[in-house]
């Protein structure tokens, strides 16, 4: 019996120590009041489509009473591309327990739905360069609400030629410049790994993993090439210090916290 719960509990560890990239399933259910919202900003939007940009903000009470109420931000104008419009239009609903994000692309027909993103648990949005092509990217920032350990979450659409690419992060650190990626897995201390990403394009390459090996009471490292639970020095390269590209990297904390 113990061997069968030791088996289980490291599998569940290892699931989530190796869930690097979280999804965000759609609500299976959009309430129709948050539809609503989204078609006044439409609207709204139609009405000034000839504008260079505009901002939009309103809140509107839920059925469920004033606790849940409707907050829609609408921004719009060339953000991505300065050949084109777009609208994005956030909203947050249910005392911010969940977030609603749309784009669209303005066209001759109209107003094209080009990212429709819901989570559980508002969050707040940026532009900036993620992948280092000088395009603009669109990033959803947001945390769970339960967990063990860190887990800031980002959501990335990249844009490029009027389409927006999805990926899912989990406490990653950005440098566009170098084309990289490097980030904190979920899991518990001192299990946990770090992960590091490289850009070709709009895909994304993976360069290695680092974890802390049980063999040397966790004082060593080791690189390897996939995510591996508690990997062994023969599974990879050994490394006696962590290289310095992390050390300097507020969200690895938890990772650096006795060295």
């Known amino acids: 019996m ?11 560890t290892f699931f989530l120590i190796t869930s690097f990239k979280f999804s965000n399933k759609d609500l299976d259910v959009l309430p129709k009041e948050v ?13 000034n489509q000839d504008k260079a940009h505009f901002t939009y903000y309103f809140e509107e009470e839920s059925e ?6 409707i907050k829609m931000n609408v921004d719009y104008g060339s953000f991505f591309d300065k050949n084109e419009r777009f609208l994005i ?18 066209t001759e027909k109209g107003f094209e739905l080009a990212i429709n993103e819901d989570i559980h648990m508002t969050g707040y949005t940026h532009l900036r360069d993620i992948n280092g092509d000088k395009n603009v990217d669109f990033v959803i920032n947001w945390e ?12 990335v659409f990249l844009y490029k030629n009027k389409n927006f690419i999805k990926y899912d992060f989990l406490n990653p650190t950005f440098s566009p410049k170098e084309k990289v990626i490097r980030g904190l897995g979920y899991g518990y201390f001192p299990e946990v790994g770090l992960y590091k990403y490289k850009w070709n ?8 993993y680092i974890y802390r090996t049980k063999e040397s009471n966790f004082k060593k ?22 290289p310095k590209e992390y050390q300097n990297i507020n969200e690895l904390d938890w990772f650096l916290k006795d060295l």
């Open 35 to 47: 539809e609503q919202a989204f078609e006044k900003a439409l609207n709204f939007a139609q009405k």
């Open 89 to 106: 239009a956030s909203c947050n609903y249910n005392n911010g327990f969940f977030g609603f994000y749309r784009i669209y692309i303005k």
């Open 201 to 208: 394009g709009t895909k994304l390459d993976t360069v290695e």
């Open 2 to 12: 113990k061997n069968v719960i030791y088996f289980l509990s490291t599998l569940i």
């Open 64 to 69: 469920k009473g004033k606790n849940n109420s």
């Open 144 to 155: 769970s609400g339960t967990g063990c350990c860190p887990r800031q979450s980002k959501i």
């Open 221 to 242: 490292f080791v690189r390897t090439k996939k995510q591996i639970h508690l990997p062994k020095h023969n599974q990879g390269e050994v490394l006696y210090s962590l």
